[in-house]
């Protein structure tokens, strides 16, 4: 069966901190992968997308994602976190016809 | 230009009532779907419409449906409601169904508390 899953459920870490989200992904073929974040008290937002090509994806906000077809994952990453990111990070995937499917999400908290 | 806009925003029923949520999609987007978010839990796929027929469902009960009228807004009927029906229910639209290059846009939820 398809599934997403997420590595870690919670994380905290200071400013300036670097951080890396794991996503792992069961899918047979093709496979389109997201990454997606909600602010709180706002909606989901698209951080980055791949669907092929580089399999280094650069998004908003200084964000990144690597695509490793062997490892069937999809690793979001950003240098240095800012407080302003703290928020829930959801990695997805879709398939032919667009359904994502979603990761439980990790919670993410940038202390100052 | 507007998001996807939901109504309403929040929702009380009890055990056993019906419950209709609204969706408008962005102007221009022809596909709606719709998702529910379960606290702790990433967002589960419910159906996908697309020119007013449904194009994807996901593995929920007959409870649910849903619709989708000319103008592309779309409603999600749920009825004989249970508490596991508690969740945020979220819309997304993109531009049609079938290209999987298209970015699904959310709107910003309703969360249904059943008692």
């Known amino acids: 069966a398809q599934s997403v899953s997420q590595h870690n459920h919670h994380v905290i870490l200071s400013e300036a901190a670097s951080l890396e989200l794991g996503c792992n992904y069961s899918?047979?073929?093709?496979?389109?992968l997201f990454w997606y974040v909600q602010y709180p008290g706002q909606h989901l937002q698209l951080l980055l997308k791949y669907f092929s090509g580089d399999p280094l994806v650069k998004g908003i906000k200084g964000f990144e994602a690597e695509f490793i077809k062997s490892k069937f994952s999809f690793n979001l990453r950003k240098p240095s976190v800012q407080w302003s990111d703290t928020a829930e990070y959801f990695c997805a995937a879709t398939d032919s016809w667009g359904k994502l499917q979603f990761g439980a999400g990790t919670q993410v908290v940038v202390t100052p | 230009d507007a998001g996807v806009t939901q109504s309403p925003t929040h929702l009380i029923k009890t055990r056993g009532q019906q419950v209709t949520l609204r969706c408008s999609p962005i102007s221009g987007h022809k596909s709606v779907s719709w998702y529910q978010q379960v606290l702790g839990q990433g967002p589960q796929f419910i159906f996908q419409?697309?020119?007013?027929?449904?194009?994807g469902r996901g593995n929920f009960p007959d409870r649910f449906s849903a619709r989708q009228f000319p103008n592309y807004s779309s409603e999600l009927n749920v009825n004989a409601l249970l508490l596991g029906d508690s969740a945020l229910y979220l819309c997304?639209?993109?531009?049609?169904?079938?290209?999987?290059?298209?970015?699904?846009?959310f709107g910003p939820g309703t969360r249904l508390t059943v008692l």
């Open positions: 997304a639209s993109r531009p049609i169904a079938g290209e999987i290059t298209d970015t699904q846009y």
């Open positions: 419409y697309y020119e007013k027929e449904e194009r």
């Open positions: 899918y047979g073929g093709t496979v389109n």
